[in-house]
């Protein structure tokens, strides 16, 4: 042990275990050592209780899992390196050929264009169902129905659902049911109060918190469901990074803080918006009026920074866009939940098809930790110059 590669390879030396500080370490692995052949010859994926490769998780993973279920009061959880590949986990795990899964009509557009273009191909059928129409979802369900979706509220037009007659429909249909709970955040409800069977969630939002990292994880109370949802994770080779696993653990303790920061400014632009003469709609769960509002008053006591208003459609495409490119400290970009406030229009007919929109131009809007005062300024600022005083 005297030349210099294999001294710093073999090193005898270790630090002393009774090292405390707040924050976990940070473990990074491929290779992940076993004390002797026996237990490497019994290894396996399904052993929280011990280690098998890097891609299946090091202690860093494993604390991030547990706070995450603790988070959505479930029990067992998966991490996957995105929000879209948490949904593609329940997906391929969940699902067989010959099987159908149901998805609301306004659920986040690439899990509408996974069904379509990856599922079908591998004869999984996908169906829409009415998200505020409960009887849509009963009429569509059938016998090879084993999965559905609900989306708590609808991605970009915010409608509120009736959680629990969804789930109570799908489960008596003998479904899994799963919910998209980024919005939620495990903080606006529990939604195990409700029965669903898993909730994926996009760390990615505030979670993360930095608009830095991309994260997802899928969170059941089924010890079955969670085996299954697993061997999806091991055998498709979609770990974690430890430095995107410290970095949401980092921001976990002030998660509650923040989500009802963000919930406070959001609701105060919301309503204020709603009396600006451009704005006909304001779209957020928690004003009188929106979609669903009786349901988020009923199962929720708070609601993330993310709302649209929907602007007079007697104003020019052209005037929407100068209103979003004339705002200061709103950014244009899509992943929410970040400190920055962002805006995006969208174009719904293109999105959901002819008659399916609201009458109007929608802009969504994810607040920020900006001040509540300096963003209202500036978005009074950009509707005054984009659509007169
Ligand atoms: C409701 C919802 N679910 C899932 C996702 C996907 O998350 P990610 O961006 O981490 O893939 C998003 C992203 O915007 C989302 O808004």
């Known amino acids: 042990m005297n030349k210099i590669s294999t001294l710093q390879i073999h090193h005898p030396y270790e630090a002393p275990s009774d090292f405390g500080a707040f924050a976990p370490a940070v473990h990074k692995a491929s290779t992940v050592f076993f004390p002797h052949v026996q237990a490497l010859r019994q290894r396996s994926v399904f052993n929280r209780q011990a280690y098998t490769y890097g891609l299946h998780g090091t202690p860093t993973v494993y604390t991030l899992e547990e706070r995450i279920a603790s988070l959505e009061g ?18 391929l795990g969940l699902l067989r050929s010959g099987d159908e899964v149901l998805l609301p009509h306004n659920v986040y557009g690439p899990s509408k264009e996974q069904a379509h273009s990856l599922l079908s191909r591998w ?19 059938g016998p090879r129905s084993r999965l559905v979706w609900v989306e708590a509220p609808g991605s970009v037009t ?3 659902p009736d959680m629990r007659a969804l789930v109570d429909i799908a489960k008596a249909a003998g479904a899994v049911c799963a919910l998209d709970n980024t919005w939620g955040c495990g903080i606006a409800f529990c939604d195990y109060d409700f029965g669903f069977d898993v909730s994926m969630h996009a760390l990615t939002k505030y979670p993360s918190g930095g608009a830095d990292v991309l994260m997802g994880s899928v969170v059941t109370r089924d010890e079955e469901l969670h085996r299954q949802l697993l061997q999806a994770h091991s055998i498709l080779g979609i ?6 696993v410290e970095l949401v653990l980092r921001s976990l303790p002030t998660l509650d803080i923040r989500y009802r920061a963000h919930d406070t400014s959001a609701r105060h632009l ?28 009923r199962d929720c006591g708070a609601a993330a920074g ?3 208003i929907v602007l007079d459609p007697a104003f020019t495409q052209q ?6 490119d004339g705002l200061k400290l709103f950014r244009l970009g899509f992943s929410w939940g970040g400190p920055m406030s962002l805006a995006v229009p969208y174009d719904l007919k293109a999105m959901r098809g002819e008659g ?27 509707l005054s110059a984009a659509f007169g005083p």
């Open 74 to 91: 479930g029990q067992f959880c998966v991490l996957a390196p995105s929000g879209l590949a948490a949904i593609s986990i329940v997906n």
């Open 123 to 141: 004869g999984v059928a996908c169906k829409f169902y009415d998200a505020l129409d409960p009887a849509s979802l009963q009429q569509q369900l």
């Open 158 to 160: 915010m409608e509120f």
């Open 239 to 244: 770990g974690v990074a430890a430095n995107d």
């Open 270 to 297: 919301a309503q204020w918006l709603s009396q600006q003469s451009p704005v006909v709609q304001v779209l957020h769960p928690a004003l009188p009026g929106s979609p669903g509002h009786e349901y988020w008053k």
């Open 306 to 308: 993310l709302f649209s």
């Open 319 to 324: 005037q929407v866009d100068a209103f979003v």
């Open 356 to 382: 399916k929109g609201y009458p109007g131009h929608l802009v969504r809007l994810c607040i920020g930790l900006e001040d509540t005062q300096d963003l209202q300024s500036d978005l009074a600022q950009s």
